[in-house]
């Protein structure tokens, strides 16, 4: 087992959560969270945010090996304006190789930010879509009026 199948064994273990009621949550078979566990496949990016919302952990701690669940850096004021845009309509611009072609030229909304990682929304030419980004792709955004 990998340390994200340890991590999310453990942490849906400690939750008092079964692997059907825990695929439940997340719309995925067991099977599917039995795979994850084993590390025969690792969950889609877009599963990650939801993972760690329903077990309580971030998605650093679930992503990266060396995080723990005690770690919290202090809070950078980058941080600070990104939780304050959490559900406002804004543009990314992203960094040169970074750039995500279903958000070009879109309003997206910021639904979730936690570390190093938000969740966005935006109505595409694709439809409604959400994304898992990790900040250090973002150059910048621009929050947009309301209206």
Excluded: H
């Excluded at 994850?36 to 969950?43: D, F, L, N, R």
């Excluded at 979730?112 to 959400?130: H, L, P, Y």
């Amino acid at each position: 087992m990998n340390e994200l199948g340890n991590k999310i064994a453990k942490k849906r273990k400690d939750a008092g959560l079964t692997q059907s009621e825990f695929a439940q949550k997340l719309s995925v078979t067991r099977q599917t969270v039995s795979r994850w566990e084993s590390a025969t496949v690792m969950p889609d990016i877009d599963k990650i945010g939801d993972i760690a919302s329903i077990l309580g952990v971030s998605c650093d701690y679930l992503l990266k090996d060396d995080v723990t669940e005690c770690d919290s850096a202090p809070q950078s004021p980058v941080s600070r304006l990104l939780k304050t845009a959490v559900g406002k309509k804004v543009k990314l611009t992203f960094f040169d190789g970074e750039a995500d072609i279903d958000l070009y030229d879109s309003d997206c909304i910021i639904t979730e930010f936690e570390g190093n990682w938000m969740k966005v929304s935006a109505s595409t030419k694709k439809g409604q879509i959400e994304k898992l980004l990790p900040v250090s792709s973002i150059l910048s955004f621009e929050i947009k009026e309301e209206g």
